[in-house]
């Protein structure tokens, strides 16, 4: 069984930035693709960003290229998304998943099957 215990989140100004962390433990970390998703209230968890287990290949949802950037340290276990130019849009709760399932893309929710509990970011215009 696995644990993700993400931290990191709060309340920023827009046009700042945030350092959210997902510590894993429980399982191997070191072959893991892990992802970051984030859920509003009133809308659906999406996806944000994606990392595969050695860090080499990344991908990310387009509201976020080019201000997120997802990040992993395989000897802390734990995986990073840095998050600049943050917009009041980018309000959501952040969550880290793993257990890629076998075929799967990794861009939906149903695609994993570990979860954090979620860590609660929002931005002020």
């Known amino acids: 069984q696995v644990l993700l215990v993400e931290s990191g989140g709060g309340l920023v100004q827009a046009g700042g930035s945030l350092r959210l962390s997902c510590a894993v433990s429980?399982?191997?970390?070191?072959?893991?693709?892990m992802a970051w998703f984030r859920q509003a209230p009133g809308k659906e968890r999406e996806f944000v960003a994606i990392i595969s287990w050695s860090g080499g290949s990344t991908n990310y949802a387009d509201s976020v290229k080019g201000r997120f950037t997802i990040s992993r340290d395989n000897a802390k276990n734990t995986v990073y998304l840095q998050m600049n130019s943050l917009r009041p849009e980018d309000t959501a709760v952040y969550y880290c998943?793993?257990?890629?399932?076998?075929?799967?893309?990794?861009?939906?929710?149903?695609?994993?099957?570990?979860w954090g509990q979620g860590t609660q970011v929002t931005v002020s215009s």
């Open positions: 429980g399982r191997t970390f070191m072959d893991s693709t």
């Open positions: 998943a793993a257990g890629l399932v076998d075929g799967r893309r990794g861009t939906k929710g149903a695609d994993f099957r570990s």
